[in-house]
């Protein structure tokens, strides 16, 4: 069936993954690799050279389609880019941006951040599936081909009209952590795709999951990772603490970044 078909897939590409790790660990650049067998196995490492986390997976089409889908709405408002930067850099300050070990993933973060300015009035960048809906389904539709997402293409096929929003980057900032504050997640749940949030009763999610995003590419939650009580409360008050910081010091080393800030 599907499932043992997938669950082979999964065999395999933990396989090559190890494979890999084993040819990387012989390059003095690359440490601090960690194997996660999940339903999409990673392999996770420090690019000391570079300077960057590398989460590196294998066969994964959705993954593809999410990088594709969150860069077009990067193209819609400069302020999108640079307030996503800040919000991941600050979670993973924060330890709560490591969906292995049952808190938020990159992707979960950056779709809180589209939601949150699809909210704002005036809204900062549209609903994508509401406003372009053919480029949608011809770029991140089901039968679309990962293959041919070419970036420049990509975004080509999406109009976006300036945004009426003249908020700056502090206003917006000190907005988000209010909204995220503000957000009851037993109650709703945040859809990018439609742009808007939803009910969690009439949710296709299941009960006992903490907090629901949806993800507008395959309609899954992406933060199914968040399990315990004790990471959502994690969660919360690094938000809370964030918010209230910033209520009385608009500046990045409030949340303990700065410019430089890696």
Excluded at 36 to 63: C, E, M, Q, T
Excluded at 79 to 94: F, T, Y
């Amino acid at each position: 069936g599907d499932w043992s078909k997938t669950r082979s897939t999964n065999k395999e590409a933990v396989r090559a993954l190890m494979y890999l790790r084993s040819i990387l660990c012989a390059n003095r650049w690359f440490t601090n690799f960690k194997l996660i067998p999940a339903k999409v196995p990673i392999l996770v490492f420090f690019d000391r050279y570079s300077n960057v986390s590398v989460d590196l997976n294998i066969g994964n089409h959705n993954g593809i389609k999410n990088t594709h889908y969150t860069r077009v709405y990067t193209e819609a408002d400069q302020r999108v880019p640079i307030l996503g930067i800040i919000i991941k850099q600050w979670a993973k300050k924060n330890k709560i941006n490591d969906a292995s070990n049952g808190t938020l993933s990159s992707y979960a973060l950056v779709l809180m951040v589209i939601r949150y300015l699809q909210a704002c009035k005036p809204p900062v960048v549209p609903c994508l599936h509401k406003q372009c809906p053919e480029a949608i389904a011809k770029w991140f539709g089901p039968n679309s081909d990962v293959n041919m997402l070419s970036m420049h293409d990509c975004a080509r096929d999406f109009k976006f009209s300036p945004s009426g929003n003249k908020q700056s980057l502090g206003e917006l900032l000190i907005g988000f952590f209010q909204f995220v504050c503000d957000y009851d997640f037993r109650l709703s749940y945040m859809s990018v795709r439609q742009g808007r949030d939803l009910p969690r009763s009439e949710s296709p999610f299941p009960a006992d999951k903490k907090v629901c995003i949806e993800d507008p590419v395959d309609g899954f939650n992406v933060t199914k990772a968040v399990t315990t009580v004790k990471n959502m409360a994690d969660i919360r008050r690094a938000f809370i603490r964030a918010s209230e910081a910033l209520k009385k010091d608009c500046t990045l080393s409030a949340i303990g970044l700065s410019l430089h800030h890696r």
